[in-house]
């Protein structure tokens, strides 16, 4: 199975703050890596796909980078409403084989408090 | 508008079985993957499960696999999952996300979640 891993777990920041986030994958991902926010008691939003594509409605503070292995998540200028978990998720398209993995995986979370 | 709604979360008991429900509205529901998705207290996502836009092929991830059977009904716009031999891990918010269309692989809808728990 692959295996995701997000650094850091955890996050103390302060509005203004430029915040990155990454994800690491065992096995190569290409760019088929999305990012996602989740607020307690709300539903998880996608904000970005295919590593680098900003979902229609997000905010372009939002961006994302990377392929393969290794992708990060920046938020730019951090906004009091972007308190949040940020998830990474793994996906194989359907045109591939994809034998030794789930369909869909999500990495382990980064947790953004205020400082 | 796009929308999912849960239904079905409740307290079982070990070993027992449950069945939640999403239904659908504001797009064409046979034309797009669904998958469930849960968050245990205290922990991450996890995606459970997902089934094909006609219903042909499921997916199960490894901790249900065996014990979760996913189902829908295109005419009624709807995705269920039945959760049978269930345990305390299984305790979670089960969310419902649709799958964005052809080979994109992010969940661009979810609905609020039901709650399952799975106590004595």
């Known amino acids: 199975d692959i295996q995701m891993t997000q650094s850091p777990s955890s996050l103390s920041v302060s509005v203004g703050d430029r915040v990155t986030i990454t994800c690491q994958a065992s096995?190569?991902?290409?760019?088929?890596l999305n990012w996602y926010q989740h607020k307690p008691g709300r539903a998880p939003k996608v904000l970005i796909f295919?590593?680098?594509d900003l979902e229609p409605g997000v905010p372009s503070r939002f961006s994302g980078s990377g392929s393969g292995t290794h992708f990060t998540l920046t938020i730019s200028s951090l906004q009091p409403e972007d308190i949040a978990t940020y998830y990474c998720?793994?996906?194989?398209?359907?045109?591939?084989?994809?034998?030794?993995?789930?369909?869909?995986?999500f990495g382990p979370g980064t947790r953004l408090d205020i400082k | 508008e796009v929308l999912l709604v849960e239904s079905g979360g409740d307290l079982v008991k070990p070993g027992g079985s449950l069945r939640v429900s999403c239904e659908a509205s504001?797009?064409?529901?046979?034309?797009?993957?669904m998958a469930w998705v849960r968050q245990a207290p205290g922990k991450g996502l996890e995606w459970v499960a997902s089934?094909?836009?006609?219903?042909?092929?499921?997916d199960y991830a490894d901790s249900v696999k065996g014990r979760f059977t996913v189902t829908r009904d295109n005419d009624k716009s709807s995705v269920h999952l039945q959760m049978n031999s269930l345990t305390v891990e299984d305790t979670a918010i089960y969310y419902c996300?649709?799958?964005?269309?052809?080979?994109?692989?992010?969940?661009?809808?979810w609905g609020q979640g039901t709650r399952v728990v799975v106590s004595s």
């Open positions: 295919d590593a680098s």
């Open positions: 996300a649709r799958r964005f269309l052809y080979d994109f692989g992010h969940f661009d809808s």
């Open positions: 089934i094909s836009s006609a219903g042909l092929s499921a």
């Open positions: 096995h190569d991902l290409k760019k088929h």
């Open positions: 504001g797009f064409m529901f046979r034309k797009h993957t």
């Open positions: 998720q793994q996906y194989c398209p359907q045109y591939e084989q994809c034998d030794s993995q789930p369909p869909f995986s």
